[in-house]
């Protein structure tokens, strides 16, 4: 077991605005290690799902934050994992979900892949990758672990630093696949401070919702005329497109040198998550520079052709496997929530 492996922490796994186009034939590699880099990137495949799965049983606490003793020093320093947390149904983290697989992929293309137990959780101890060119950032401060020699990272930390420890994530379930929107670190704001398990953040009192990968309606039963936003079409978006189609900014986060440099890559990463919608708000809001769309904005004209709308078009799952919504897709045709959306098009989008 790898001694100094700390808790790991996702961030946002949401969806991220409507864009086209499939992104199979790009070459995943260290160039292009940071969210706009991976903002498209399918799922890693050929690994046997749960390869990576920690020992023993571990069925208690759901919903935790598994860094409170997981963690070097903890109450359980003997069992330190890389990284662990709970996965459920749906954002709202009503219930747990069994056989979920939760996907790590590191600068070095390395795949961690770990399924959820019959309580949801999941852990593993197996080693990340330390990114060379990573950036530590934490509210205005920025950390930078590296010096450049000749336009190339020297790291001025040891790779056991789990701050340079960064990864790319996804959650699988059937054929749902939900996209983390960033790259993330495993480590904390310092070399020493506490680490944080997946529910610090997604859990049904987090500030991110719960992580979550079955497809399933968000409401039990939906009417069979007269839907309206209020009641039955925004409990789907806040469900299933917050965090990231919120008012205000959603820009990434920085966590490695392509993030804050033109230089690396040839442009800076900025990658608004909302990118410029607001799914909280029928006609959207004035929060930030300039006028974000609502929901409105992708209904009008949509009434004899509900399908066409971007709000059902784009979020569709794809047989083919292209990938034309950051947050992948979320139902098929025949699906409770996709239905309702489509009907409520249909009778005029009312409010």
């Not at 969806?15 to 290690?33: E, I, K, R």
């Not at 799902?49 to 320093?77: I, M, R, S």
């Not at 959820?116 to 930078?144: I, K, Q, R």
């Not at 497109?241 to 900025?270: E, K, N, V």
């Amino acid at each position: 077991m790898f001694n100094t492996i700390v808790i790991g922490l996702f961030l946002l796994c949401c969806s991220l605005g409507f864009t086209s186009g499939s992104m199979a034939q790009v070459l995943y590699d260290a160039s292009n290690f940071s969210a706009a880099g991976r903002l498209l990137q399918p799922a890693p495949a050929g690994h046997v799902p749960g390869k990576d799965n920690g020992p023993g049983t571990g069925t208690h606490n759901a919903g935790d934050d598994c860094g409170v003793c997981h963690t070097p020093g903890g109450k359980a320093g003997n069992f330190v994992f890389t990284v662990g947390g709970t996965v459920y149904e749906d954002r709202t983290a009503r219930r747990t979900l069994k056989n979920a697989e939760i996907i790590l992929q590191d600068v070095q293309g390395n795949t961690i892949s770990m399924t959820s137990n019959e309580a949801g959780n999941f852990w593993t101890f197996a080693e990340l990758a330390s990114n060379p060119c990573a950036v530590s950032s934490h509210g205005t401060t920025m950390d930078y672990l590296y010096t450049l020699s000749n336009g190339v990272c020297v790291p001025t930390v040891p790779s056991s630093d789990s701050r340079t420890w960064q990864y790319k994530a996804w959650v699988k379930y059937g054929d749902q696949v939900r996209h983390m929107a960033t790259v993330a670190p495993i480590g904390g704001a310092s070399a020493t401070t506490a680490r944080m398990g997946c529910s610090m953040h997604h859990a049904g009192m987090g500030s991110r919702g719960g992580l979550w990968g079955m497809k399933k309606d968000t409401l039990t039963v939906y009417p069979a005329s007269n839907l309206s936003f209020k009641k039955h079409i925004l409990p789907i978006f806040r469900n299933k497109c917050a965090p990231c189609h919120i008012p205000g900014s959603t820009t990434t986060r920085i966590a490695t040198r392509s993030d804050i440099d033109p230089a690396a890559t040839g442009t800076l990463t900025t990658v608004d998550y909302s990118n410029g919608q607001d799914f909280t708000s029928y006609s959207g809001s004035t929060v930030g520079a300039a006028v974000k769309k609502g929901i409105g904005d992708f209904t009008a004209g949509y009434q004899s052709d509900p399908d066409s709308s971007p709000l059902l078009a784009h979020t569709l799952l794809q047989s083919s496997g292209t990938v034309t919504h950051g947050g992948g897709g979320f139902w098929t045709t025949a699906d409770g929530d996709y239905k309702a959306i489509r009907q409520w098009i249909a009778e005029g989008a009312l409010p």
